[in-house]
Nanobody
Framework: QVQLVESGGELVQAGGSLRLSCAAS????????MGWFRQAPGKEREFVAA????????YYTSSLKGRFTVSRDNSKNTLYLQMNSLKSEDTAVYYC?????????????????WGQGTQVTVSP
């Protein structure tokens, strides 16, 4: 089992920045990738970004690339999401996720483990 704990979500004004963190513990070796999804009220959970654990290849949903940056620190078993130029439509619960399988990273069904989520609220 892998445990994921997110942190960093808070209330921020539009145009501001936040960095989310996700600490992985347990059987975190052998991970293929980790990623971020988000879910706004009344909407489906959507893919944000992912990074492969061994070689750091990154993947983004096209609409967020350029404002959001995903990264990982293997030595700390930690995943990050740097979010800049935040907009009110970025308001959502952000979930950290991890998979040990080679999978389509934009598909939430491909992930094995999920964190509890961290709330990001962007005020206009």
């Amino acid at each position: 089992q892998v445990q994921l704990v997110e942190s960093g979500g808070e209330l921020v004004q539009a145009g501001g920045s936040l960095r989310l963190s996700c600490a992985a513990s347990g059987r975190s070796f052998g991970l293929y990738a980790m990623g971020w999804f988000r879910q706004a009220p009344g909407k489906e959970r959507e893919f944000v970004a992912a990074v492969t654990w061994s070689d750091g290849r990154t993947y983004y949903t096209s609409s967020l690339k350029g404002r959001f940056t995903v990264s990982r620190d293997n030595s700390k078993n930690t995943l990050y999401l740097q979010m800049n130029s935040l907009k009110s439509e970025d308001t959502a619960v952000y979930y950290c996720t991890a998979t040990q399988r080679r999978t389509v990273l934009a598909n939430f069904n491909g992930y094995d483990y999920w964190g509890q989520g961290t709330q990001v609220t962007v005020s206009p």
